[in-house]
T-cell receptor, first 114, second 111 residues
Framework: DVKVTQSSRYLVKRTGEKVFLECVQD?????MFWYRQDPGLGLRLIYF???????EKGDIPEGYSVSREKKERFSLILESASTNQTSMYLC?????????????FGPGTRLTVL | GQNIDQPTEMTATEGAIVQINCTYQ??????LFWYQQHAGEAPTFLSY????GLEEKGRFSSFLSRSKGYSYLLLKELQMKDSASYLC????????????FGGGTRVLVKP
């Protein structure tokens, strides 16, 4: 079974703090993704990575950055957290970018920015 | 861009059938996924359609019509544990094969 883990289930931070969200997958997947999920808006793609040290902007990258130094780990960074970044953050991975490849999700991190 | 529409909420009775519709507009359709997400948990993969027709997996079936930009997820013999959100997601070649998700349909199964 594919396992995608995220460093925290719940996180509370203050406005202006730097926040790191970590994601690790154990199935040697090439692709990793960060989404945020908000009521009524569904999952929206923030950033993704097809390989180590490679990153691509998703649909809503503003206010975020990412790091992929190792194949199994993909980090999402909020340089200066703001209240509008309060959300559920979901990490996902897939084997390749082939059309049939399924994305497998981690349990999510619910971030609250005060 | 892409536009994916699905109903916000549906209610059904245990043992019944529910059909969740999903319509989409995309320039380079390359597959449609359905995920199930229980409250507070990660989305889990249910089904994948890339060709027209029906894919059946036990109590769950998914249908696709590419010419109509339409899919549905059919849940048969509903059980209380089927109460969850169901997410429709479309893969688009023109967008680098990224997935775009609809807002999700929350299904409530009542006894």
């Amino acid at each position: 079974d594919v396992k995608v883990t995220q460093s925290s289930r719940y996180l509370v931070k203050r406005t202006g703090e730097k926040v790191f969200l970590e994601c690790v997958q154990d199935m040697d997947h090439e692709n990793m993704f960060w989404y945020r999920q908000d009521p009524g808006l569904g999952l929206r793609l923030i950033y993704f990575s097809y390989d180590v040290k490679m990153k691509e902007k998703g649909d809503i990258p503003e206010g975020y950055s990412v790091s992929r130094e190792k194949k199994e780990r993909f980090s999402l960074i909020l340089e200066s957290a703001s209240t509008n970044q309060t959300s559920m953050y979901l990490c996902a991975s897939s084997l390749t970018s082939g059309s049939t490849d399924t994305q497998y999700f981690g349990p999510g991190t619910r971030l609250t920015v005060l | 861009g892409q536009n994916i529409d699905q109903p916000t909420e549906m209610t059904a009775t245990e043992g019944a059938i529910v059909q969740i519709n999903c319509t989409y507009q995309t320039s380079g359709f390359n597959g449609l996924f359905w995920y199930q997400q229980h409250a507070g948990e990660a989305p889990t993969f249910l089904s994948y359609n890339v060709l027209d027709g029906l894919e059946e997996k036990g109590r769950f079936s998914s249908f696709l019509s590419r010419s109509k930009g339409y899919s549905y997820l059919l849940l048969k013999e509903l059980q209380m544990k089927d109460s969850a959100s169901y997410l429709c997601a479309v893969r688009d070649k023109a967008a680098g094969n990224k997935l775009t998700f609809g807002g999700g349909t929350r299904v409530l199964v009542k006894p």
